[in-house]
């Protein structure tokens, strides 16, 4: 047989083993489930490493040079999709499209990701962001930022989060 033919076998063999692990979850948990494998594939190291792979999950990404999703695309567990709307060097803030709502500031939804947990997706609001970035170098900038300001304010002129100029 051709060795072309071997390796497709082993490679469907492989993606049926690990897809016995998304045996009754929704397509949209397990969607966001590979999407989070595409993050933390990309950071890896090649060959890919469990070690690296570990570590990246429990500390974030290292290097100031890289986004944190790169990507820049996520779903919520509501079937929901979230545009990206900007980001600075240690943030990625998402909106959240509501489908079935006017597309009102008042039913704005923001969340983000951070360079210390890329994979971990979150409402944007004071208690969500100060908790991320506890005892890390934004801590300070971001508390004295929230003292005058809400975490998902807008400037005026512009239209653009106050917050990712942090």
Known sequence: MPQNYNRMKDEKKLLHKIL???NGMSKVNAYDLTHKLEILLFYASNPIDSNDIKQIIISGIDADDHE??????TILPNGNFCEFEGHNNWLHVYKENKRMLPNWVIFETYYFKTKYAPLELLKLNKKNLLESIKDKPEEEKTKVFLKKNKAAQKDIITNKLLLLKV
């Open 20 to 22: 016995k692990h998304f």
């Open 68 to 73: 944190i999703d790169p990507f820049h695309f």
